[in-house]
């Protein structure tokens, strides 16, 4: 493990304080992901070195251009939508976005200053914020208060950065923290408590819910179901993560007749599971775990008995085309993120099963 971080350019120091502080989540066999989790530690510890560096410079020292990180997200265009080119969506009215923080998160207001300009949160990330670097934000703010200055313009650009870059929020005087899970659930469209409970850790949730598309948005686009399926809906879900697409339907009013949920991550299929049983579905769950197993003949046997999907629907993993990804950043031929032509080998046996059929 040791060798491997160095190889990937990490000083020695760098990865035995990780490996130190990380013992704990990691067993004896080493896997990738443990490895990934080690860099996001050496990435997080770099990132308060170099905070700690910056303020002490002076303002004419200070760069005036800065970095932002750009994301994208990309959702595999569904063949088995309705392609009405001047059908107009579903109204949706029951769903507000809360999109501004201050309607999002009205206990922030009291504390936000006034330099501060955000009125919307970041990109969502499956890690947050040290300790260590909200105490050296407070830390660095408190130092000018103590002689009556206002926050020089050099600070506030180096909190501002920080805030942006882990959507930390402002929770006291002086005092910024990340969402809490229960937070992050909300302002994804997720029911309370959704990934709360059940043996389920706040890294497994931070993880789960960084990993998720906006329930809102999905159930903006599955809306035109709505009036086509009022008698409920066969639905064949690909990498399903913690259930957006289920739940996004069963806020939609469309009755979840059978659910075939494809998902490797115990951690997510006992979220979905939970999901189901809290809200009393009516229909038939079948749950696998690794998207390889779906065969022809589990296709042909799932068709056969309740008569077909009317929606496939997935995200497949983007690990390896991330741009934080500084392990395996390979694209779509990476261990992960090459499940996404699993995604076009299924879509496209069902599609020639279905029509084989009619």
């Known amino acids: 493990m040791l060798s491997s971080l160095v190889a990937m350019g990490y000083l020695v120091e760098e990865a035995l304080t990780a490996m130190n502080n990380c013992v704990s989540n990691l067993n004896i066999a080493g896997s990738e992901a443990q490895l990934s989790e080690l860099t996001d530690y050496i990435c997080a510890a770099q990132m308060v070195k170099d905070f700690d560096a910056q303020l002490r410079e002076s303002p004419d020292e200070e760069d ?3 970095v932002m990180t750009s994301y994208s997200y990309t959702m595999p265009r569904n063949d088995y939508l309705p392609r009405e080119k001047k059908r107009k969506l579903h109204k949706f009215q029951q769903f507000g976005r809360k999109c501004q923080k201050g309607k ?23 890690v947050i914020g040290s300790a260590k670097l909200t105490e050296r934000i407070r830390n660095a703010l408190e130092n000018n208060e103590k002689y009556g200055d206002e926050t020089p313009p050099h600070v506030q650009k180096l909190v501002l950065e920080q805030c942006r870059k882990w959507n930390l929020v402002w929770v006291g005087k002086n005092k910024v923290a990340p969402l809490e899970p229960d937070e992050i659930e909300m302002l994804l469209g997720f029911p309370r408590d959704h990934t709360r409970g059940g043996g389920i850790s706040r890294t497994d949730r931070y993880k789960a819910l960084g990993n998720s598309f906006q329930v809102d948005t999905v159930a903006y686009h599955l809306s035109v179901l709505k009036n086509q399926f009022p008698n409920g809906i066969n639905l064949l879900s690909l990498f399903s993560g913690i259930g957006g697409a289920e739940v996004a339907l069963h806020r939609l009013g469309i009755p979840l007749k059978n659910v075939v949920s494809v998902e490797i991550a115990e951690v997510n299929r006992n979220i979905i599971r939970s999901w189901w049983e809290q809200t009393n579905q009516r229909g038939q769950l079948i749950e696998i775990a690794d998207v390889q197993q779906v065969s022809i003949e589990r296709l042909d046997q799932w068709i056969s008995s309740f008569g077909g999907f009317d929606l496939v629907i997935g995200g497949s993993p983007c690990n390896n085309l991330a741009g934080s990804n500084r392990v395996s950043r390979n694209g779509l031929d990476g261990k992960h ?18 029509g084989r059929d009619r």
């Open 104 to 126: 999002a998160l009205p206990l922030t207001n009291k504390w936000w200053p006034l330099w501060d300009k955000r009125t919307k949160l970041n990109c969502l990330q499956t």
């Open 64 to 66: 005036s251009t800065s």
């Open 337 to 354: 993120s090459s499940m996404f032509y699993h995604y076009v080998r299924i879509l496209d046996l069902v599609k020639t099963m279905m």
